[in-house]
């Protein structure tokens, strides 16, 4: 097993220059945007090598800069939350049965 474990890691530098070129080559792909590529998007998805940029609009990966959980507490100063004024409009509705059995 120790040999086999040296192989790989004398291995990883080769590969890892093969890897280079395919790797721009896929942030091109992604750049251009799939939709204008139909064949290579069909290609990557039955590859199973679907590429995902760090990018807003993508699914979470790369987490080397640690989660940060939007759920807890933070400071939010330019938004205004009136949270008196929210609180007397809910005191005019008049329908609360209608929402009175909604599970949350």
């Given at each position: 097993m120790r040999t086999l474990k040296k192989i790989f890691v004398r291995l990883d530098g080769l590969i890892a220059w093969l890897v280079i070129p395919a790797a721009w080559l896929l942030r091109t792909v992604r750049r251009i945007g799939v939709d204008q590529l139909p064949a290579c998007r069909k290609v990557l998805l039955d590859m199973g090598v679907f590429p995902i940029r760090n990018h807003f609009y993508e699914p979470?990966?790369?987490?080397?800069?640690?989660?940060?959980?939007?759920?807890?507490?933070?400071?939010?100063?330019?938004?205004?939350?009136?949270?008196?004024?929210?609180?007397?409009?809910?005191?005019?509705?008049?329908?609360?049965?209608?929402?009175?059995?909604?599970?949350c």
């Open positions: 979470q990966f790369d987490y080397r800069y640690g989660r940060q959980l939007n759920s807890g507490d933070r400071s939010l100063p330019g938004i205004d939350w009136n949270e008196s004024g929210q609180l007397e409009f809910l005191k005019k509705l008049t329908r609360s049965e209608e929402v009175a059995n909604i599970p």
